[in-house]
């Protein structure tokens, strides 16, 4: 897992360590000392910690004008032991959400597992993004059977035109916009 580090071709356009409104602003990362464990397994340093055990993220971009975010994740997302939503939710997501974020891409090519628990964070943070949505791409086939087992894929939206396996081939901008163009049809349905 070391090996494995967020997704680094946007720095250019975005990055949470030299954005002075982003909760990472100015944080140093090592390129060689590997501080960081899930279950015992190093992870790269470049990824940003919520308090989790088991969950670490990456804010790949954040646009305070069209209040849309873009987050890749590594690790467990556990509910059940650690209970991650919340800690997403009070550390991360409730800062931009204060901040008018409204569009939530969710990359999860990284998460291994999902243990579920209560859906109240997932409500919240749903209804509080009534002018916008909640994206998951990229996770692993069993991963969203589990969210879908413990109901929370009724606040995601996944699968369809959204599997979008070629989001790297994106500018984050256009992927926001490609994922905005397919919400507006589903929403228009």
């Known amino acids: ?38 279950y015992g397994y190093c992870i790269h340093p470049q990824w940003d910690s919520i308090d989790s055990e088991t969950l670490y993220l990456k804010v790949l971009y954040a646009n305070y004008t069209t209040g849309s975010i873009i987050i890749e994740f590594i690790g ?23 901040q008018g974020f409204q569009k939530f891409v969710l990359i999860g090519e990284n998460v291994f597992n999902f243990h579920g ?9 749903f209804d509080e993004c009534e002018d916008g949505w909640l994206v ?18 009724y606040y ?13 081939s994106f500018y984050p901008n256009k992927l926001i916009e490609k994922i905005d163009e397919v919400m507006s049809r589903r929403i228009d349905l």
């Open 136 to 153: 998951a791409i990229g996770f692993q086939d069993h991963v969203l059977q589990e969210m879908s087992d413990f109901g929370i894929d």
């Open 1 to 38: 897992m070391h090996l494995v580090e967020p997704y680094y071709r946007w720095q250019e356009v975005y990055s949470s360590e030299i954005d002075e409104h982003s909760p990472y602003f100015e944080v140093e990362h090592s390129e060689f000392e590997f501080t960081d464990t899930i």
């Open 117 to 125: 628990s209560e859906d109240d964070y997932y409500e919240e943070w």
């Open 76 to 98: 467990e997302w556990n509910d059940t032991l650690h209970n991650d939503v919340m800690l997403l939710k009070r550390n991360l997501l409730d800062y931009y959400l204060l």
């Open 156 to 168: 995601f939206n996944y699968r369809g035109e959204l599997e979008l396996d070629n989001w790297r």
